[in-house]
């Protein structure tokens, strides 16, 4: 938050939001559920451009293994 709009709101209530693109609210939604996240896209011939993104705790399948990074 901005200090510009906190000196607007001292209240604190957040800016409003700008609507991101589907996929990214999407990707943003399964996240804090605690999910992974992958897409692919593919750029001008041969490319293909991968991300992803990988939450290890809570592992909701097996909550009793750790995150490998730990």
Do not use: F, I, Q, W
């Not at 700008?18 to 996929?23: G, S, V």
């Amino acid at each position: 938050m901005s200090t510009a709009h906190l000196r607007k709101h001292p209240g604190g209530t957040p800016p409003p939001r700008t609507p991101a693109h589907p996929l990214v609210d999407a990707a943003a939604e399964r996240l804090h559920a605690g999910g992974d996240v992958s897409y692919g896209h593919y750029l001008e011939r041969p490319s293909h451009l991968s991300l992803a993104v990988v939450t290890c705790s809570p592992n909701r399948t097996l909550p009793e293994l750790a995150c490998p990074c730990a």
